[in-house]
């Protein structure tokens, strides 16, 4: 199936934040764009460029402004934060998702996530804001 095969260290994958979370400014991605919430358990969501825009992507989350974050997939694996291909994802199969299963909700409290969402802050950037998937 497209999308399990492994994560190169070029890829570019997006984090979607919704915007009262982060709004694209200051130019500094704050860590808590990377903190886990209830719903991450087997890790934070991310999407493959390779697979899909950051337009489309804003669109599988509901909200009228999604704020796009891009990440270089070397950059993560860098810092020690692993990748995983997860092509069935919470919206269902398609290619374009994937985990960072180090930074999961059970892990909320444990020494060390702090260090983990930083890294990750550290090497991310704003790509825009666009309309996410209408409410229904």
């Known amino acids: 199936m497209d999308g399990d ?3 190169e260290p070029e890829e570019t994958l997006y984090r979607l934040v919704s915007r009262g979370a982060y709004d694209g400014t200051p130019a500094e991605v704050p ?37 796009v974050v891009a990440i270089k997939a070397g950059d993560l694996i860098k810092a020690g934060i692993s990748i995983i291909p997860d092509p069935v994802g919470p919206n269902g199969p398609g290619p374009a998702h994937a985990l960072l299963p180090q ?34």
């Open 5 to 7: 095969e492994p994560i």
């Open 31 to 67: 860590p808590a764009v990377f903190e886990p919430k209830p719903n991450d358990t087997d890790g934070l969501s991310l999407f493959r460029a390779k697979y899909i825009t950051k337009e489309e992507a804003a669109r599988r989350r509901k909200g009228r402004g999604i704020c």
């Open 103 to 136: 930074l999961n909700y059970t892990a909320i409290n444990t020494p060390g996530l702090a260090a983990l969402e930083n890294a990750c802050a550290d090497v991310a950037k704003s790509v825009g804001i666009f309309p996410g998937k209408a409410s229904s």
